[in-house]
């Protein structure tokens, strides 16, 4: 797995475990975090979970870690790092670091693996990605609409906020705001002077609103249950 999806991993488990709910000793949501803070991500296959009960198989080599296991390999350093970057055994990076063997006690070996912190932390990831996409996108509209001295008139607030589609309304008023003051939009209240020969601006452009919203909506819904 890459390591940004190794670290996600450990943080989120980290953070459901700091709840109490699972009842598991405080030094090993300390141990988890540790790893995170002295760069330890423990080396985990890409493939062997579908999280249908819990992400079993790569949860279990971040709680072999914990335990200082000489079958689970980790990276040890900053990815990237190549002067400090090394392969270890999980034992060989802890002791290192002067970080202590766990002992995993009743109930902490389960609750280690029976979860779908692997899953969510993928997730959340890719939503940070996408949200940064879906702003773009719609600076990248609002650009195009410039480029090609388009009109804002498609964007009008009447028009999104007659339809009870709250995507669709807040990239209307997205790109109302990005192009507000800008000087080339053309003036459509004078076609001679707006320098387009067009009535209308190309479909994809006048209706960047109908189709990024739902779009925007999409994500909105999975950033609610993903957090």
């Known amino acids: 797995m890459p390591d940004s999806w190794v670290r996600a991993t450990i943080l989120l488990r980290s953070n459901s475990l700091a709840t109490g709910n699972s009842g598991v000793r405080s030094d090993l949501v300390h141990n988890l975090v540790q790893l995170l803070n002295l760069n330890i991500s423990p080396i985990i296959p890409l493939r062997g979970s579908i999280s249908a009960s819990g992400d079993l198989i790569p949860l279990s080599y971040i709680a072999a870690t914990l335990q200082g296991s000489r079958e689970v390999e980790v990276w040890t350093g900053r990815k990237g790092d190549k ?5 270890l055994t999980a034992e060989e990076a802890l002791s290192q670091v002067s970080l202590g063997l766990l002992d995993l006690g009743p109930k902490e070996g389960l609750t280690m693996v029976n ?7 993928v997730a959340s ?6 949200h940064g996409l879906i702003s773009l996108s719609q600076v990248l509209t609002a650009m195009a609409v410039e480029a090609l001295r388009g009109s804002d008139e498609s964007f009008d607030a009447f028009f999104s906020e007659v339809r ?3 995507g669709q309304i807040e990239v209307a008023r997205n790109l109302r705001g990005f192009l507000h003051g800008s ?3 053309a003036n459509t209240a004078n076609d001679d002077d707006s320098g387009n020969s067009l009535h209308q601006d190309r479909y994809a452009i006048r209706t960047a609103p109908q ?3 739902p779009l925007l909506e999409d994500l909105m819904l999975a ?3 993903v957090s």
């Not at 002067?83 to 392969?87: P, Y």
């Not at 990831?125 to 996408?130: N, P, R």
């Open 211 to 213: 189709w990024l919203g």
């Open 115 to 121: 979860g779908t912190s692997v899953s969510a932390g």
């Open 223 to 225: 950033d609610d249950q």
């Open 125 to 130: 990831l890719a939503l940070h990605d996408v």
């Open 164 to 166: 009870p589609h709250s």
């Open 83 to 87: 002067r400090h970057r090394r392969r």
């Open 183 to 185: 000087q080339l939009v």
